[in-house]
Every structure is written in C-alpha cells, then in structure tokens.
C-alpha cells in the first residue's frame, strides 16, 4: 500500500494498463510532454515513448473521432478531454459512434476498448465552464458505461476495469478531489467492478445515495443526522450507467427512505431516473417520498456557487424532513 | 459540373501534386524594433491623437496585466489572463475598426475593450464578480463582456465565436449599415470543428467579417509545431476561398495597416478576410498554469527582446511624440489608478441571491422561483453557513 492522491492513483492505473498492453494509447490536449493540465499522465510519454502519449490539437470532436478509429481498429485509447465543460464538441462522435458502433454493424466491429477520461465538478472557483457535471446526457445513451470514482482506491480500481472493460466508457474525474483526496492505494494491479454500488456505511433509518465528489457531502450529512438520532446507510453507485438498482433497492426495503444528490441540475438529473425506479421496486416499502438534493436549475454559478450546491447542511435538512414526513 | 463554380485547371496527363507547403504566405512588417521604419513600407493611416490613443491603451493594457497577476499571487484575484507580448496584435486591430463594429473574442482580448474604452471600474468589478459586474458576478474573471461597446460577452469554450461571427457579420450586412465583425481565435482554437464551419459558413454566404487568429505558439503547453502540420493558419484561409494576410504581430502599424485594409474589403466587397498575426505568448497561459513544465527561459527571453510596446515606443519616440518623462508619469500614474481600482472592488458585496436565477430565461420559471424561494429559508436557517449572501435576505 501507498499513499495516493486521486491523481497520482489515476497516473498509476494509467501506467499499469500501459505496461500490460502494448497497444494502450493515452492522448489529448496538453496530455504528452507536460502530463495533462491537472497532470494525470505526468510522465507517461517519458516511460512509454511520444507514439503511445501524446499532445493532440485543440479538437474535442476530433480527439474522440480518432479514439473510435483507434477502438475499431483494436487499439486501447484513453482518451482525455480537458474538463468535461468541453467535451461537448465531441458529443455527436460519443452518442452517435461510440455507443452505436457495436449495435449498428451487428458486432462486426465495435469500440469497445475505448476509455475516456474528464474532470468533472464543481470545487474549485470555475464558474460556468469548469464546474459542469454533464453524466445525465451521457445517462440517457444505451451502449454507454459511465463511472464515477469518489476516491483514489476506487479511482485505480475502477479506472483499471474501465480500461480493460468491452463497451466504452466515460470516466467522471472529480477535480476537486484530485488533490485533496489521499488514501490508502495498493501499488499492484487490482479491479473494482464497474456496475455494482458500494454500501459505505450501515444505516437503518435512510438511505443516501450519490457519487463522486458528493459523497463527502452525504458522509458529513449522515454524522449530522446521528446526532439528532437518525441512522443514515451511505451508498457510493459509483456508476451511473448501468447503475446497481438491487443493492439501492435492498437498502431501500430496509430503510424505508431514500434520499439521491448530485451536482447537477434537478430537472433532469439521473436521480430522476433512480427515484422513478426504485419507487416502483419498493413502493410498498418507502415512508416518505423519495428526496433529491441537486443543484439548481440554473447554469453553474460563480459567486453563488456555495447556494448552488447541494451541500451537507441542505442535505442535513433533506433527510429530517424525510423522517418526520 | 455546374459551369460557374467549375474552374477548368491546367489539364496535365501525368500525376502532379501540390505541396501542403508550397502556397508562399509573405508576411507583411512595417516597422523595425528600434523604431524605424522599413523602406518603401506602406504607412497605416495614423496620426499623433490616434497613436497616443493606441500608445495610453498599451500602457494601460501592460500594467492592468502586471497589477492582476500580482493580486491573483497576494490571493485576491482567483484567477488572470495576461495577454503579454501579443498587445500589439491585439490593440493595432482593435485600433484600425470603427467603434461601432462588432468584437467577438476569445479571452486574451482585453486590449481591444480597454481601446473601446471599458473602464477601468468595469475591469476591475467583472475580475472580483461584485454586484456592479455587468455579467452579474456569475464568470470567472476576465470573461468581459458590453453591449455599449459593442464587445460580445466572453464564452469559455473555444471557438464558439467563429460560426457566430459569421453570423453576426452576416445580420450586419443585410441591415445595410456598413458594420463589420472581427473575429479574435488562437492558433489552438483554430484546431476546433467550429473554425472551419464558421470560416466556410462566412465565406459561402459572404458575411463582412474579419477573422483575426492571434497565432502566439503555444496552446497551453502544446506548442504550434504539435497543433497543426501546414502553413500556419493562413493556409487554411486560401482553403476557404477567403483573402488571407499574415502579419507581424508584434508590429502594431502593421496589424493597424492589415485591419484598416481589412474592414474596407469586408465591408466593401461583403465578403470575409483573415488575418494571421504571428506572436509569442510571452506570459503562462493563465494564472494556473506554470510555462517552466514545458518550455525554457531561454526561448523566452529570445522573444521578449521583440517586446510589441517597446517597438511602438520606440516609434513613437523617433516620431517627437512622446517622451521618458511622458511614458514615467503615465505608468506610475497607471499603477495607483489601478491598485485604488483594486481596493474598491475587491470589498463591494457579491450580487444578491434573487439574481442566481435571473436570466437563465427572460422571465425566471415558476419552477425557478419555488427553488429560490426555498433556498433563501434555508439560507435564513443557516446564515452562518452563506456570508456571501445571508445578509441581505429579507
């Protein structure tokens, strides 16, 4: 074990994929010499040599065009996008090839082998552009994976799966944690698997349920819960698609309430699709309606970014309403 | 073939080929870094008023970028964009269109605002997102924007501005006011799927617009040598059927001679032009990044000895239109304008909390204000938790 922050957990998932397999090829803007503007590939093109790490020019639609390409012809692309502010450019080559390429020509060919890889989240001053968490849009894509690490053991583990999973899939890095999230990491290779929520912490009175960097949030929340005696079960889903009903639905039918927070948007967020599915799972179970702590619907604000979030304290307030409903 | 748009070529009957490099792209210089100018160069129309204009907005344009980064260093500022080393290109453009013509910029283009006349209060207000920012304190700094002043909002995405300045000039030239666009882009940017849809769009459809690339040789860290294998982005022009100029852009009488040429054709002949001004990104890229990962002091001292302001001064010394006495007072009297402009701004109060959900539609939904309404009570439980805005909650 090692002492990793999220990034250098991300670099080294990077580079145990890229020592295993020869056609592993990591690229993007700034990603080659310099190592990536928030250096996740620091020092890969040093190891693995300019054609396997490499600077692309300044086209999200063209990095992601080129990694399907890359895919179909059996290469392992992991391709970066800056901030996934960005990655809208690319938005056409994601939902209309990589998801559709395997479908469309009957398995002849497929870019499964793709990974992409873009900072996500607010945290850090970025206004409109540096803040967005865009997994809804890539939500609603059949033929997409889409994961989201909430730490640097879970970011190698599931980066890893990611890279060597058969289907494309979009990687959620929450920014803010890049630094400022240090853990324990193992130094060997290991998986975690992508489809499967992770139970964080036992409760019998609520259920949380979030992702990414929110899970700070409803891990603070809960603390604040049981000490007005409420007993909160985290839950980590880790992926957003396909996403793990049955352990949701599990910790539901014990507890009884369900409380879902993301970053994004409420109207039409991917709590939306969670609650719809699990009400239907649990109906006869649930005590309250199911509750969601999202962001506004607003575009992500600059100097009210704090009243934007869905942050601990409105989470606090979330779940008391829910119990007293 | 459509007879009119089929040009008939020189016919061979063995294979020839064009080189991607062998289409020559001149590039036009005027003045000489000591000042002089070069013999039998064609002037820009320029006289003493309008290069002391020029020379007061590079003035400005050099010590608003030094005093910000410094505020962004003593924690501040969250963040700053200098446009070091490439104010020539930038304010010898800005300096050569009619007040009323359209700016669409990237983000490195405070020099032409500061040459519109934005002032300093304004600056100063948008960087510190206080409630008099006229975008409501909702981007980061320097994303300006004036509608007065005829200078689009910034957007941070690149390259979004190409197809819209196409646009723009396009709704220009069917009002029949003779308005043109210019269009600011990097070399980086010019690498996006929207330069060349914007570039076509403006030339199919002949939108008066001046495409204005800012070529400083690096993207952040990628160099111009890993962003593009052709001739530069003046090439890409002639591709377009566009008329195309490269410039010294370190040279302001010929950006200035470039765009004053420039607004005439677009304007004239309703048709598109681009200008390529080769430059060098003297400073980071922003605040947040740090040039030492991936390039060496020695090349940029090699390109700080063609220090755009310090040509124009010396031109404007040789001209008896200036002087050190001159360029002392102006500078120090800068310095204090500016750390004053600071000190104000940094403590005006961030916008109120109803404008989080004004105008994300011209009227805030139903929905909008249920969700604002509910935030403020929670806000008034937790004051402690919101300074920003707790305070002036009624």
């Known amino acids: ?325 | 073939m459509d007879t009119e748009t089929y040009q008939e070529g020189r016919v061979v009957h063995q294979p020839e080929y064009i080189d991607g490099h062998s289409v020559e792209i001149p590039i036009l210089k005027i003045l000489k870094q000591d000042g002089s100018v070069y013999k039998n160069a064609d002037m820009p129309k320029i006289d003493q008023q309008h290069a002391t204009k020029i020379y007061h907005t590079l003035a400005f344009h050099r010590v608003l970028d030094e005093r910000m980064v410094a505020s962004q260093r003593q924690g501040r500022l969250s963040f700053y964009m200098t446009a070091l080393g490439e104010e020539a290109a930038i304010v010898g453009s800005a300096a050569g269109l009619d007040d009323n013509d359209m700016i669409m910029a990237q983000y490195r283009e405070q020099g032409a605002l500061i040459y519109r006349g934005f002032s300093l209060e304004n600056f100063m207000n948008q960087m510190f997102s206080n409630e008099k920012d006229l975008g409501k304190g909702r981007q980061m700094p320097i994303h300006y924007g004036s509608k007065d002043l005829n200078y689009m909002t910034i957007s941070s995405p690149l390259c979004t501005q190409v197809p819209q300045a196409a646009g723009y000039a396009y709704g220009q030239k069917l009002k029949g006011n003779k308005q043109c666009t210019i269009c600011y882009i990097g070399e980086g940017a010019s690498s996006e799927g929207d330069f060349h849809a914007g570039l076509n769009m403006a030339a199919v459809h002949r939108a008066p617009v001046i495409f204005f690339c800012r070529n400083n040789g690096y993207a952040i860290s990628t160099p111009s040598t890993e962003q593009y294998a052709g001739n530069g982005i003046a090439a890409r022009g002639v591709g377009y059927g566009i008329k195309t100029i490269r410039v010294d852009g370190n040279d302001l009488l010929a950006v200035l001679k470039a765009t004053q040429e420039a607004r005439e054709y677009v304007i004239n002949e309703n048709k598109p032009m681009l200008i390529e001004a080769m430059s060098y990104r003297l400073g980071a890229h922003s605040t947040s990044d740090d040039p030492s990962g991936y390039r060496t002091r020695e090349e940029e001292a090699k390109y700080a000895a063609h220090d755009p302001i310090l040509r124009m001064k010396n031109w404007m010394l040789a001209q008896n239109w200036w002087d050190e006495e001159q360029e002392t007072v102006l500078f120090e009297d800068l310095r204090q304008k500016i750390l004053a402009a600071v000190k104000v701004a940094e403590v005006i109060d961030k916008p109120a909390i109803d404008e989080l959900i004004t105008d994300v539609y011209d009227v805030p939904s139903a929905q909008l204000e249920q969700q604002l309404s509910t935030l403020k009570e929670h806000i008034k439980k937790y004051p402690d938790a919101y300074p920003v805005t707790a305070g002036r909650i009624k």
């Not at chain 1, 497929?110 to 970025?126: K, M, S």
């Not at chain 1, 730490?151 to 289907?167: E, M, T, V």
């Open chain 1, 1 to 325: 074990m090692a002492q990793m922050n999220l990034l250098q957990a991300i670099n080294n998932a990077l580079e145990i994929a890229m020592t295993e397999n020869e056609s592993a090829v990591c690229f993007g803007e700034d990603v080659g010499h310099f190592g990536g503007v928030f250096r996740a590939t620091s020092n890969l093109q040093e190891k693995f040599g300019k054609a396997r790490c490499f600077n692309t020019p300044l086209t999200e639609q063209g990095i992601m065009g080129f990694a399907n390409g890359l895919a179909s012809q059996g290469s392992v692309p992991i391709a970066e996008i800056q901030f996934a502010d960005y990655i809208f450019p690319a938005f056409d080559q994601i939902v209309n090839e990589s998801a559709k390429f395997r479908y469309r020509s009957g398995n002849e060919f497929n870019v499964g082998n793709l990974t992409i890889r873009t900072p996500y989240g607010g945290g850090i001053a970025g206004g409109l552009y540096h803040s967005q968490s865009p997994e809804a849009y890539f939500a609603h894509t059949p033929g997409l994976k889409i994961v989201v690490p909430r730490n640097p053991y879970q970011a190698k583990g599931l980066l890893l799966a990611a890279i060597r999973d058969k289907n494309p899939v979009i990687f959620f890095e929450p920014k803010k944690l890049y630094r400022a999230s240090i853990g324990e990491v193992p130094e060997e290779d290991y998986q975690l698997p992508i489809g499967k929520a992770e139970v964080v912490k036992s409760g019998s009175d609520i259920t949380l349920l979030g992702w990414g960097a929110q899970m700070e949030t409803l891990e603070k929340a809960a603390d604040m819960a049981e000490k007005q005696g409420v007993s909160c079960e985290v839950i980590d889903l880790r992926s957003i698609l396909p996403w793990d009903a049955d352990t949701v639905a599990e910790s539901v039918q014990k507890t009884g309430r369900l409380l879902i927070n993301h970053e994004a948007p409420l109207t039409g967020g991917f709590a939306g699709e969670i609650a719809a599915t699990i009400q239907d799972m649990c109906f006869l179970h649930l005590e309250s309606p199911i509750s969601r702590v999202c962001g506004l619907d607003t575009p992500f604000p600059l100097s009210h970014e704090k009243e934007y979030m869905p942050d601990e304290l409105k989470t606090f307030e979330a779940i008391m309403a829910s119990v007293n409903y």
